[in-house]
């Protein structure tokens, strides 16, 4: 039996992710959360074969929930259901320990299949997914893309595109507004920008940002 565990901020995508789940042979729903801070306290209590984890919770980035599910939980497998396309997440996503990545608008034709292969050990990807990851072996991906930034970078990135104040992204991040501010000098200079205006329309155009 595969024992679920679903973490979205949104009500309504839990209770149609339960419905697609429901009655399925050798899936059962353990739980379900709308907070990030009662993820890893579930976890710690109950033996969970599978989250199916959002990426955006108000309070923490699902990146770093990720993070810490592998870190303290190593045989609990983790899909990944975002509102964001593939192309921009679903790598950071793996490289981070995800079992796989599905976005929402593909959710109900791909959440059992994702399941029982996560379940069983292995790692789930979609055919888009899997053409991606072979083209960028090709190296031939732009430089000047947000793929060249660290995990904190490309946290960072999206805050400032958000306009959030440095300040604010300080406090979130538990970091000093110096280091904040060092942060914003690299990833201008990795992602080739001037300016956070530029930062901006890049990740308006590439869907970055809600």
Do not use: C, W
Request: hydrophobic fraction near 40%.
């Amino acid at each position: 039996m595969i024992k679920v565990y679903i973490a979205d901020d949104h009500q309504l995508i839990r209770e149609g992710l339960k419905k697609i789940l429901k009655g399925e042979d050798g899936i059962t729903i353990a739980g379900d959360t709308g907070s990030a801070d009662e993820i890893l306290p579930f976890l710690g209590s109950n033996e969970i074969n599978v989250v199916v984890l959002d990426l955006n919770f108000p309070d923490r980035n699902g990146l770093e929930i990720l993070k810490d599910i592998k870190s303290l939980h190593p045989d609990t497998a983790v899909l990944i259901l975002s509102m964001h396309p593939e192309e921009h997440y679903a790598v950071r996503a793996l490289k981070a320990g995800a079992s796989g990545y599905l976005t929402k608008e593909s959710a109900s034709e791909e959440l059992l299949r994702a399941i029982r292969k996560a379940g069983a050990g292995g790692k789930y990807l979609s055919a888009t997914l899997a053409e991606k990851l072979a083209f960028d072996l090709d190296a031939t991906l732009g430089k000047a893309s947000h793929q060249v930034l660290s995990d904190r970078e490309f946290e960072v990135m999206v805050l400032i595109a958000k306009g959030k104040p440095q300040n604010e992204i300080a406090g979130d991040l538990n970091l000093s507004p110096s280091t904040v501010n060092t942060y914003r000098g690299r990833i201008l200079e990795k992602m080739g920008f001037k300016s956070n205006a530029e930062l901006v329309q890049y990740a308006v155009k590439n869907k970055l940002i809600e």
